[in-house]
């Protein structure tokens, strides 16, 4: 057996010490107070050695040793293996749960102890944890919070402190033009983002800056939508294969143009382990965003984030946000990795609900403090008959602005097949 003294400023640093030192596997014997020191007792049990009374008494007997090196206790010459005695083992069970009974006193009485001195910062940090943020990012952003502020003071700081802190990232690709992919997991919105996206670039620049391409082969009606929504808004979009197939095609792309791209939706255990666009050449500008819905969970927001860094994306679309009942939750997770926010969506219309992302609106919503617009009666990609309507109306206009009949063609490199999309 190990045996050896530490002296620290509380329980939290002599656990610190006594596992740097020993691991994880060390037993506390003793604490007491010594001038204003904590002073701790640990021992670690030695596989390979019996116990000996020597060492019991050498446990006992380093409470009261002057020295402040680790006392070491002698080791018995016997080498046979430790006993397995059911009392001991139940012995050394109890000794681990009383230590993490200790350590998670400990912990909240520290907390108590904080609130008891932050009355104010106590409060707002139970106000951040009741809207979904977790608890070290609440007591983060109320850490900041003077005592002598008021209420109102006090949240206009936080709300401040909160908003600064969401990244976010200017798609200068949308000007520029270029390949842009939409990758994300199933169900998220991938397809009707893309839409959004290419109505504002309709609006912005015009239908011949755009063309859409999809490559999800996998969900029945994915390309039926997106042919839906290229028929009303009169650009072209083209059925791919793979990524050998989208870059012949973005080879011959002209400057400026913009070339929006569908993907399956993939779940996190089945992302590839490259990025759609590896091996591209430098010429060719192309990004990939992760779209993510705010109805996720934390935990499996976490893994999204994690599995799809392998298609290294550059920036976020976050949907759903009328749908989420916390947006704290989502923030929690967002605000602990390093890709930026460019768009949301808040509802199921195609461009009034479809914005740029502002922080102030984004904390206001997770704060609870601005009411959700009301929910529709479907929340599937589906576009309804007034949706289309609208594209309808907006092709019109741009048909009309080029001088063409109101008839925009339909380019297909791969048709769709009858028995290939067919639904039954």
Same mark, same amino acid.
């Given at each position: 057996?190990?045996?050896?003294?530490?002296?620290?400023?509380?329980?939290?640093?002599?656990?610190?010490?006594?596992?740097?030192?020993?691991?994880?596997?060390?037993?506390?014997?003793?604490?007491?107070?010594?001038?204003?020191?904590?002073?701790?007792?640990?021992?670690?049990?030695?596989?390979?050695?019996?116990?000996?009374?020597?060492?019991?008494?050498?446990?006992?007997?380093?409470?009261?040793?002057?020295?402040?090196?680790?006392?070491?206790?002698?080791?018995?010459?016997?080498?046979?293996?430790?006993?397995?005695?059911?009392?001991?083992?139940?012995?050394?069970?109890?000794?681990?749960?009383?230590?993490?009974?200790?350590?998670?006193?400990?912990?909240?009485?520290?907390?108590?102890?904080?609130?008891?001195?932050?009355?104010?910062?106590?409060?707002?940090?139970?106000?951040?944890?009741?809207?979904?943020?977790?608890?070290?990012?609440?007591?983060?952003?109320?850490?900041?919070?003077?005592?002598?502020?008021?209420?109102?003071?006090?949240?206009?700081?936080?709300?401040?402190?909160?908003?600064?802190?969401?990244?976010?990232?200017?798609?200068?690709?949308?000007?520029?033009?270029?390949?842009?992919?939409?990758?994300?997991?199933?169900?998220?919105?991938?397809?009707?983002?893309?839409?959004?996206?290419?109505?504002?670039?309709?609006?912005?620049?015009?239908?011949?800056?755009?063309?859409?391409?999809?490559?999800?082969?996998?969900?029945?009606?994915?390309?039926?939508?997106?042919?839906?929504?290229?028929?009303?808004?009169?650009?072209? +979009?083209?059925? /791919?294969?793979? =990524?050998?197939? !989208?870059? &012949?095609?973005?080879?011959?792309?002209? #400057?400026? $143009? %913009?070339? *929006?791209?569908?993907?399956?939706?993939?779940?996190?255990?089945?992302?590839?382990?490259?990025?759609?666009?590896?091996?591209?050449?430098?010429?060719?500008?192309?990004?990939?965003?992760?779209?993510?819905?705010?109805?996720?969970?934390?935990?499996?927001?976490?893994?999204?984030?994690?599995?799809?860094?392998?298609?290294?994306?550059?920036?976020?679309? +976050?949907?759903? /946000?009328?749908? =989420?009942?916390? !947006?704290? &939750?989502?923030?929690?997770?967002?605000? #602990?990795? $390093? %890709?930026? *926010?460019?768009?949301?969506?808040?509802?199921?219309?195609?461009?009034?609900?479809?914005?740029?992302?502002?922080?102030?609106?984004?904390?206001?919503?997770?704060?609870?403090?601005?009411?959700?617009?009301?929910?529709?009666?479907?929340?599937?990609?589906?576009?309804?008959?007034?949706?289309?309507?609208?594209?309808?109306?907006?092709?019109?206009?741009?048909?009309?602005?080029?001088?063409?009949?109101?008839?925009?063609?339909?380019?297909?490199?791969?048709?769709?097949?009858?028995?290939?999309?067919?639904?039954?």
């Amino acid at each position: 057996m190990n045996v050896r003294r530490y002296r620290a400023r509380d329980m939290r640093d002599a656990m610190r010490q006594v596992r740097e030192q020993q691991g994880e596997d060390a037993v506390i014997l003793s604490s007491r107070r010594v001038d204003g020191w904590l002073e701790v007792v640990a021992a670690l049990e030695d596989g390979d050695a019996g116990v000996s009374e020597r060492e019991q008494q050498a446990a006992v007997n380093a409470v009261q040793a002057p020295r402040e090196e680790p006392v070491a206790a002698s080791r018995p010459s016997s080498a046979s293996a430790w006993p397995a005695d059911p009392e001991l083992a139940a012995m050394r069970q109890e000794l681990r749960d009383l230590r993490s009974l200790l350590t998670r006193q400990h912990s909240d009485n520290e907390a108590a102890q904080w609130a008891a001195r932050h009355p104010l910062a106590a409060e707002c940090k139970a106000r951040l944890m009741d809207r979904g943020f977790s608890e070290a990012l609440a007591r983060s952003l109320a850490g900041s919070i003077l005592d002598d502020s008021t209420v109102e003071q006090a949240w206009e700081r936080l709300r401040a402190r909160l908003s600064g802190a969401i990244a976010t990232r200017h798609p200068d690709i949308l000007d520029e033009g270029g390949v842009l992919a939409l990758v994300g997991p199933t169900g998220v919105g991938k397809t009707t983002t893309l839409a959004r996206i290419a109505l504002r670039q309709i609006r912005r620049m015009g239908p011949d800056s755009v063309t859409l391409v999809t490559l999800d082969a996998q969900r029945i009606g994915a390309t039926r939508q997106l042919q839906a929504f290229a028929q009303m808004a009169g650009v072209s +979009l083209r059925v /791919l294969q793979g =990524a050998r197939e !989208l870059r &012949e095609m973005t080879g011959r792309a002209e #400057d400026g $143009h %913009l070339i *929006l791209v569908d993907t399956a939706g993939q779940a996190p255990a089945a992302v590839g382990d490259e990025s759609l666009f590896a091996g591209w050449p430098d010429r060719i500008r192309c990004e990939s965003w992760l779209v993510v819905s705010a109805t996720t969970q934390a935990a499996a927001l976490q893994r999204v984030l994690e599995a799809f860094r392998k298609t290294e994306p550059s920036a976020l679309v +976050l949907t759903k /946000l009328d749908e =989420a009942e916390q !947006l704290g &939750e989502t923030l929690s997770v967002l605000l #602990d990795q $390093h %890709l930026g *926010l460019t768009f949301v969506s808040d509802g199921q219309r195609i461009a009034e609900d479809f914005h740029r992302v502002e922080t102030g609106d984004l904390t206001r919503r997770a704060l609870g403090e601005e009411e959700r617009p009301a929910r529709g009666a479907s929340r599937d990609e589906r576009w309804t008959d007034q949706t289309l309507a609208e594209l309808a109306g907006t092709r019109s206009h741009v048909a009309s602005a080029r001088g063409t009949p109101d008839g925009g063609a339909l380019e297909m490199i791969h048709p769709v097949g009858k028995g290939r999309y067919a639904t039954h």
